[in-house]
């Protein structure tokens, strides 16, 4: 009796911890890092020369920003974001005909607002909701065994629906990871040495619990 009475108030509290976290005025302050990582190495039969070939390629993805929230109202958040991402992409390919490779390295910058809805149950819940983003990005590309490196500028135009797990181990401080994520993305790229890798592109893509790393953390002030 004793211990199921020390339970129900012990939940009692984290709820209305989690209450005053997610309450109207509430202000977030936190960052996103994510890391991700793959290598491919494919071998290919050549009919003519009746030879194996082989390609490897390694690609590496890093990005990190501050993020800024505000509760508009109870378990309703508004929130923008910063990033900065660079990814890398290594190819090292040998066969009859060719032995060489290419580096292509990309920069970008951006941001993105989102609007937040909370579901929680003690320190533990759900947010979901809404997002629109703009970034810039340059990329070099660099073949082996030349001088020349091609440069690409590029501006994006992303949207869509994500779901994020929260937890807040204490009443100023909750992580979140990304559960799911439906959207858009619009890119026009630009070579300003070569009109003919001008162009656009555009993506929908969903992905749960994806391959990469990563978390967000954030400081909480302003609850009552």
Known sequence: MKKNL?????????IQISMAQTQKGAQTLGGYLSYSRSTVDDSAFDYYSNQMGRQKSTNSNFQIGPSYGYFVANELEIKGS?????????????NVFTNGGSDQTSNTFGGQLSLLKYFMYGKLGLRTGPYLGYSHGVSKLTQEGSAVTTTTNSNSYNGG???????????SLGFAATLANLGYSKTKSRNPSDWRQNGSNEYFNTTFISNGLGLSVFYVFGSK
Not at 82 to 94: E, W
């Open 6 to 14: 020390i339970l129900t108030i012990a939940g009692m509290l984290a």
């Open 82 to 94: 910063l990033q900065y991402s660079r990814a890398t992409n290594k190819i090292a390919y040998d």
């Open 161 to 171: 629906l994500r779901a994020e797990l929260v937890y807040y181990p204490s009443k």
